[in-house]
């Protein structure tokens, strides 16, 4: 029953930035972590970004460091990703995730459920 629907993909320069939005609906845990991961073609799923709802602790790869920016509204349980400066590196389909009980916030083995995922394209 729990779905996660992402958006805010698409096609950009570099330099440029995407908004990326995930919407989490059945999940009913009131502590959580809800992250940002990536897979590019051929590559891993690596850990973006992840924020805690009961304090707001936040992580990131240093890869998007001072560049991505992860927000949370707990009552909705939406989480976005403000992405600037992006690079053709950044490349690569975004998934969003819904964990708990999550102790390495950029692990994909601590989250329980996924999105399907939203493209995000950076061209040179």
């Known amino acids: 029953q729990v779905q996660l629907v992402e958006s805010g993909g698409g096609s950009v320069q570099a330099g440029g930035s995407l908004r990326l939005s995930c919407a989490a609906s059945g999940y009913t845990e009131s502590r959580y972590y809800m992250g940002w991961f990536r897979q590019a073609p051929g590559k891993g799923r690596e850990g973006v970004a992840a924020?805690?709802?009961?304090?707001?602790?936040?992580d990131y790869a240093d890869s998007v460091k001072g560049r991505f920016t992860i927000s949370q509204d707990n009552a909705k349980k939406t989480v976005d990703l403000q992405m600037n400066s992006l690079k053709p590196e950044d490349t690569a389909m975004y998934y969003c995730?819904?964990?708990?009980?999550?102790?390495?916030?950029?692990?994909?083995?601590?989250?329980?459920?996924w999105g399907q995922g939203t493209q995000v394209t950076v061209s040179s």
């Open positions: 924020i805690y709802s009961g304090g707001g602790r936040t």
């Open positions: 995730a819904v964990g708990r009980g999550v102790v390495v916030p950029l692990a994909r083995y601590n989250y329980n459920y």
